[in-house]
């Protein structure tokens, strides 16, 4: 409903309770209650008796009323769930799909106590500037098969980057991203599976946008420092989600080598001599490609092929 008030408000320059209420067929109390609200999550409305509503300026939040006009995705973000601070969005996602929660749902943060990286590690999260979410997907895929999702995200979030704010990002493999190679985003993918079921995937991702650079990390950056102005995080979101989704869908009918492709525009791992350390062991050799499956080859100094499917990896120079 106050997305559809929101709509209105941005579409019209004055409009008044009346106008407002017959358009989505509610009381003028009932849209002078969700005016309220609004303003109260931060929204500035001006009322005067004489012109009704004037929108003045919208929250810099990332509420689902913002986020969901004009999304038009079919699965992703029909239902938002916006959290103004949460320990990570990962946990309130997990709990929703243990609950049923319908595939596409997202959650978002404007803050997390304890955002997690991969492998354990802690996720930077501050206040205002950043974007920090989940999504719940129920593929139609093996638990073998769930490594291509990071990458559709990774495709997804730097090709948004790239249309939005002509900056030209790059994807160390599997899924850090990196602008000039400093690290602007990361991509945290959970999975809930029996031996060849999939349950759910969540993915998360945290993007550095307007983020305060003192809370920057050393060897990261945001896109507003790259771009040298602020970047509109609500957005960027949408069209992030809108490429989530349209590579999803697209994964799951025509399998993964199209996506794979993409990924290769982006990637700045293939072609490099890389130390790769996953779970106890240590690889060295040349990133040679990435196979359909999402792992990366490398090409060890024995001569021989190995592929891995997870794992952090460090370029040679
Ligand atoms: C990484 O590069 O290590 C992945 C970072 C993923 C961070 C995001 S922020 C939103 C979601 N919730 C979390 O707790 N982590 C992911």
Same mark, same amino acid.
């Given at each position: 409903?106050?997305?559809?008030?929101?709509?209105?408000? +941005?579409?019209?320059?004055?409009?008044?309770?009346? +106008?407002?209420?017959?358009?989505?067929?509610?009381?003028?109390?009932?849209?002078?209650?969700?005016?309220?609200?609004?303003?109260?999550?931060?929204?500035?409305?001006?009322?005067?008796?004489?012109?009704?509503?004037?929108?003045?300026?919208?929250?810099?939040?990332?509420?689902?009323?913002?986020?969901?006009?004009?999304?038009?995705?079919?699965?992703?973000?029909?239902?938002?769930?916006?959290?103004?601070?949460?320990?990570?969005?990962?946990?309130?996602?997990?709990?929703?799909?243990? #609950?049923?929660?319908?595939?596409?749902?997202?959650?978002?943060?404007?803050?997390?106590?304890?955002?997690?990286?991969?492998?354990?590690?802690?996720?930077?999260?501050?206040?205002?500037?950043?974007?920090?979410?989940?999504?719940?997907?129920?593929?139609?895929?093996?638990?073998?098969?769930?490594?291509?999702?990071?990458? @559709?995200?990774?495709?997804?979030? #730097?090709?948004?980057?790239?249309?939005?704010?002509?900056?030209?990002?790059?994807?160390?493999?599997?899924?850090?991203?990196?602008?000039?190679?400093?690290?602007?985003?990361?991509?945290?993918?959970?999975?809930?599976?029996?031996?060849?079921?999939?349950?759910?995937?969540?993915?998360?991702?945290?993007?550095?946008?307007?983020?305060?650079?003192?809370?920057?990390?050393?060897?990261?950056?945001?896109?507003?420092?790259?771009?040298?102005?602020?970047?509109?995080?609500?957005?960027?979101? +949408?069209?992030?989600?809108?490429?989530?989704?349209?590579?999803?869908?697209?994964?799951?009918?025509?399998?993964?080598?199209?996506? @794979?492709?993409?990924?290769?525009?982006?990637?700045?791992?293939?072609?490099?001599?890389?130390?790769?350390?996953?779970?106890?062991?240590?690889?060295?050799?040349?990133?040679?490609?990435?196979?359909?499956?999402?792992?990366?080859?490398?090409?060890?100094?024995?001569?021989?092929?190995?592929?891995?499917?997870?794992?952090?990896?460090?370029?040679?120079?």
């Amino acid at each position: 409903m106050r997305e559809l008030i929101l709509k209105a408000l +941005q579409e019209e320059r004055h409009v008044s309770g009346e +106008q407002l209420g017959k358009r989505i067929h509610i009381s003028r109390t009932a849209v002078w209650k969700h005016i309220n609200a609004l303003r109260k999550k931060g929204y500035q409305i001006h009322s005067s008796p004489r012109l009704g509503y004037t929108f003045v300026k919208s929250a810099d939040l990332l509420l689902a009323e913002e986020i969901g006009i004009g999304l038009e995705t079919r699965i992703i973000g029909k239902r938002i769930v916006h959290c103004d601070e949460i320990t990570s969005t990962q946990d309130v996602a997990e709990e929703l799909a243990r #609950s049923g929660a319908e595939q596409g749902t997202v959650v978002i943060a404007e803050t997390q106590t304890k955002g997690r990286g991969r492998k354990g590690r802690n996720w930077v999260s501050s206040p205002e500037g950043g974007i920090y979410l989940s999504i719940i997907l129920r593929p139609n895929l093996m638990p073998s098969q769930i490594v291509q999702i990071p990458l @559709i995200a990774g495709v997804a979030v #730097s090709k948004a980057i790239k249309n939005l704010t002509s900056l030209e990002p790059r994807i160390k493999w599997p899924n850090d991203m990196l602008i000039h190679n400093k690290k602007i985003g990361g991509i945290l993918t959970e999975l809930s599976a029996e031996m060849d079921v999939t349950r759910f995937v969540l993915i998360g991702f945290g993007l550095n946008v307007n983020n305060d650079k003192k809370a920057l990390l050393e060897g990261t950056t945001s896109l507003r420092e790259q771009k040298k102005e602020e970047v509109d995080r609500a957005i960027l979101l +949408q069209e992030i989600l809108r490429r989530i989704e349209a590579n999803y869908l697209f994964l799951q009918a025509k399998g993964s080598s199209v996506i @794979i492709d993409k990924w290769r525009n982006y990637g700045i791992t293939l072609g490099r001599r890389v130390k790769v350390s996953c779970q106890s062991q240590h690889l060295e050799g040349e990133a040679i490609d990435i196979d359909t499956d999402g792992g990366l080859l490398l090409r060890l100094d024995s001569g021989f092929n190995q592929k891995v499917m997870a794992g952090d990896v460090v370029h040679c120079r």
